[in-house]
């Protein structure tokens, strides 16, 4: 059997959720026929066939968790080191067919005499750590009935729905930045009464943002914990978070800096209007150096925005208010930008921090162009 493994999705991006097939076993299908869809945190994606054959096996069934270099496909012929498709490296001998679904590759060797793929695979679709139980079978090998046991126990305790999709991803990745992060957050406003119009203030913003960069390049960086490294970007690629229904999704304006406003302004647009739809393309969601969230288009003033990793920073910006300031002695009333600026402090100062944050509230305080 000829195997075609699930590939690199990019940025870091380790599993996706099977949302739908679109082919079945003994379907005869084309190069570039699309087979399956999955959802990963970044957006829906659509895998098409990486050359023509006849489908033997499908790994996983929908709502199943696949892991990047796991195999979702298997084609009739002679088994191959594994036909992958993106940036996957590897490859290696043949392989038997006796993959699962569901487990990190550190969790399949350690779990591999306790109990077999297919309890593992259960285990993972329930959300069983299977290295709390103990099994009834022989030798101690955990059964279906002790993972479907040890569920149910679970879900009579607590109640409520597993989370899926960009939920399940999102609360992954705060508890991954809960864990490495050290977060520090300070708060400063600027005041807009030199803006012609100052209700719309993303694209001035991005505008700002780029500018504090070349002032303290470090906040636009990537820092990778385990080797201790840090790489700053020579442009800034903006993430910015938008609020929908399913979740958080957070699509990425490209070389803000280089761009004018006008540019910029169709970009947010065309971004915002495809993760409405849920047909922005993976690529868009990927490579964010920095990210804003604009959440003062709802509701609020300050915050303490989740910096995710690699990113080294996030700024928050909330509602403009009209208010009382002190000019020359007398008190006016302008229209104030709350603003709250979160780092990591394993590798930006304090000093640093300041410097960007006064470079961004300076540029966001002078007039129209």
Not at 64 to 79: C, N, R, S
Not at 117 to 137: D, F, I, K, N, Y
Not at 168 to 192: C, K, Q, W, Y
Request: hydrophobic fraction near 45%.
């Amino acid at each position: 059997m000829k195997y075609f493994k699930l590939p690199d999705l990019g940025e870091g991006l380790q599993e996706a959720e099977i949302v739908r097939w679109h082919v079945a076993v003994g379907d005869t299908v084309k190069a570039d026929q699309l087979l399956v869809s999955v959802e990963t945190a970044k957006a829906l994606v659509d895998i098409p066939a990486p050359y023509d054959g006849v489908v033997a096996k499908l790994y996983g069934g929908e709502g199943d968790i696949i892991h990047v270099g796991e195999p979702l496909l298997g084609y009739e012929g002679e088994a191959d080191a594994g036909t992958v498709v993106g940036r996957l490296e590897g490859g290696g001998s043949s392989q038997e067919d006796s993959f699962f679904i569901g487990a990190a590759p550190s969790t399949r060797e350690h779990l591999a005499t306790r109990a077999t793929p297919a309890v593992r695979q259960l285990a993972r679709q329930l959300g069983v750590e299977l290295s709390g139980l103990t099994g009834s079978g022989h030798e101690g090998l955990i059964t279906r009935t002790d993972v479907e046991n040890a569920a149910q126990t679970e879900l009579d305790r607590f109640g409520g729905e597993r989370l899926r999709g960009v939920r399940r991803s999102m609360a992954l990745n705060m508890a991954r930045s809960h864990a490495e992060v050290v977060p520090v957050t300070i708060f400063g406003d600027a005041d807009l009464h030199r803006w012609g119009q100052a209700r719309e203030p993303l694209i001035r913003l991005a505008k700002a943002m780029a500018a504090a960069c070349a002032v303290e390049p470090v906040l636009n960086s990537a820092f990778d914990g385990k080797s201790l490294s840090l790489k700053q970007h020579e442009r800034l690629d903006l993430g910015i978070a938008v609020d929908t229904p399913d979740g958080l999704f957070v699509p990425v304006l490209r070389d803000v800096g280089h761009r004018t406003p006008a540019e910029l302004k169709e970009g947010v647009m065309r971004l915002r209007a495809d993760v409405q739809a849920r047909s922005i393309p993976p690529r868009e969601m990927m490579g964010a150096t920095l990210t804003l969230s604009n959440f003062g288009t709802l509701f609020g003033r300050y915050a303490n925005p989740v910096v995710v990793p690699p990113q080294v920073a996030i700024l928050a910006a909330g509602a403009i208010r009209d208010e009382p300031v002190a000019v020359d002695g007398a008190v006016v009333v302008h229209p104030v930008l709350p603003l709250s600026l979160t780092f990591d402090h394993r590798v930006v100062t304090g000093g640093e921090a300041a410097r960007f944050f006064k470079a961004l509230v300076e540029a966001l305080e002078q007039p129209d162009a």
